[in-house]
Every structure is written in C-alpha cells, then in structure tokens.
C-alpha cells in the first residue's frame, strides 16, 4: 500500500500546475519546521509533511506493507463502504484495501492547508502574488473553521474495526484532471461557450455523466457567447475565495471550467460576466482517479469501483 500511496504522491507532483521549484519549497518550509521542533511538538508532526506536499492525501489506517492486489476505489467513503469492502471480501472478492478520493480521518482535519496551491495558480494568471495571498487567507481561515467540527475518523473507524486498510489520493488524482483538461482545451481550442461543454462531453467521464442527467453545463452565459480565455479550476483542495472571480476577469479570463461551484460565487461571476461552465463533481472526480488507477492496473492492481466513482480504462 505504501509503495502505491508513494508514487501516487509523485504523479500528483508531476502534474502540479506550479512550477516544480514551488512545490519543493512547500516541502522545504515543512522540513525546516521539523528541524526547530523539540519535544511533544517534535512527536506530534506529521512526518508525511517531510516528502509530501498533499496535506488531503494519507494513508488513515493499515499495514504500509499490505499487498494490494484487488483495491476498492469509491469517491466518498464512508462506514458505508467499509461494510461493503468486508461484504464483497465474504463473498469471495479479493479487496485488499479501500481507496478514497475525498479526504478523510487527519487528511480531511488538514486539507485546507493545501489551498494555498491556489495563490499560485492565481499569480500564473497575471494576478499579484501579495494579492492572492490576500483574498485566499480568509477563505483558507473559513474552510478550517467549517471542517474542524467534523467527525472526521467516523469511516476510519470502521476500516480498524473490520481491518480493513484505507487511504486517500486527493489533490494527486485533481492535478491530473487539471492538467488533461488544460491541455484537451489548448489543443482543441474553442471561441464559444458551447464549445467548451462540446469538447467536456467527448472525454468518457463527462458522457457517461451526461447520460446519466449530471453532465456539464453552463451555469453563467449563454451558449453562442465568445469563451475568451479559457481557465480550468479544478485542484487546490476546494472552491477558492468568490473575489478570485473579478481578478481572474481583471486578467483577462472570459470562461471558467469548474468541477462545482457555490450560488455566492455564481452571482459573483455574473456581476463581473465571467462566463462559467460546471464540468460536473463526480465526473471530474473519476477522471483524475482513473488517470491514477490506470497506473495502478499497470502495477498488478484489479480495481472495484464504488460510491461515485465511474472507471474508465485509458491506454
């Protein structure tokens, strides 16, 4: 399990949308912190920080040595799902561990810490960095304060009462739909808003959403409006700050491509006439999984599907 969680870490590195030197220098800060610990503050760290730069991505319970040839891969797990794990396991399927998108246990007390992969997202678009880091501070603050009430270790639990092994692979399998869609933009190129929802339905994930009533769709603009320059924002851990909006436009943004968005940031994005288009959650999930688990078949893996999640095979 760990040597799958390891180099799952690195293929979400390889796609990061920063520049590599930014990525290092999250885990430079992080080895420097180690460095003037003493103490129960010392024991406390979290080591995974040293060498991974994904505070939504750990491995939450098991063996780090466990084999693994059959996996369950689901988007949201829950008890629910450890249940099941240990059902199919009766019946004879080969489920080694469970691997879950969302973040979980530590990983899902943590993931706001990688929000700030957003400042620098926003500095590439043309947007002062000091400006970023300005109207992501308090949106980073916000999220923490929303998630740290939650009952974080509820399907962890679970796993460690049926001994089943879990973890998570968040911002790893969203640096991959990230960057296949920034380059299925660049290399299709489009000038109208329909196109953008054209180009998202011929990727499988998108068509099999479409079908199934949850596929892409415009939730500010019109179909035949110009797309100007095209945005995907699709990592960093969750929706940013809604005064992003008017400084993506600021920089000469015409169309942004989500996995989801709140309504407050939609009556942003139409006050500034930033077109949007919502590719879609669970579609735009398993689209950065698959980009991962196809790796993993590679390595010997046979793959479960669940909770959301919709497998494709690519070569």
């Not at 930014?22 to 979290?46: I, M, N, S, T």
């Not at 879609?280 to 790796?295: F, I, R, Y």
Request: proline share 4%; aromatic share 6%; with cysteine.
């Amino acid at each position: 399990m760990d040597d799958i969680y390891r180099r799952a870490i690195e293929m979400g590195k390889e796609a990061d949308p920063r520049e590599e030197e930014a990525v290092e220098a999250v885990l430079k800060e992080a080895r420097e912190r180690f460095d003037e610990l003493k103490g129960k503050e010392r024991e406390w760290f979290d080591q995974d920080d040293l060498w991974n730069p994904y505070a939504d991505s750990r491995i939450l319970f098991g063996d780090p040595d466990t084999e693994i040839g059959g996996l369950m891969v689901g988007v949201d797990i829950t008890s629910g799902e450890a249940v099941l794990a240990d059902r199919l396991k009766e019946r004879g399927r080969q489920v080694d561990a469970i691997l879950g998108h969302h973040p979980l246990g530590r990983a899902s007390a943590n993931f706001y810490e990688v929000m700030h992969l957003q400042e620098n997202v926003l500095e590439q678009l043309g947007i002062g960095i000091n400006v970023a880091e300005g109207i992501l501070t308090p949106r980073i603050t916000e999220v923490m304060q929303a998630v740290h009430p939650r009952n974080h270790d509820q399907p962890v639990d679970a796993c460690r009462l049926l001994d089943m092994p879990l973890f998570c692979l968040h911002t790893p399998a969203d640096n991959q739909v990230q960057r296949f869609l920034d380059r299925l933009f660049e290399r299709k190129g489009v000038t109208r808003v329909r196109e953008v929802i054209e180009v998202l339905k011929e990727v499988p994930e998108y068509e099999w959403a479409t079908r199934n009533n949850a596929g892409p769709r415009i939730f500010v603009g019109e179909e035949e409006r110009k797309a100007g320059k095209v945005v995907v924002d699709m990592t960093g851990g969750t929706t940013g700050p809604k005064e992003g909006i008017e400084k993506m436009v600021e920089a000469g943004v015409g169309t942004m491509v989500s996995m989801h968005m709140p309504k407050e940031h939609i009556e942003e994005a139409k006050k500034h006439h930033l077109n949007v288009v919502v590719a879609g959650h669970m579609a735009s999930d398993s689209l950065g999984l698959n980009l991962l688990v196809d790796k993993f078949e590679e390595w010997g893996v046979s793959i479960i599907p669940c909770s959301g999640y919709i497998r494709v095979k690519r070569s």
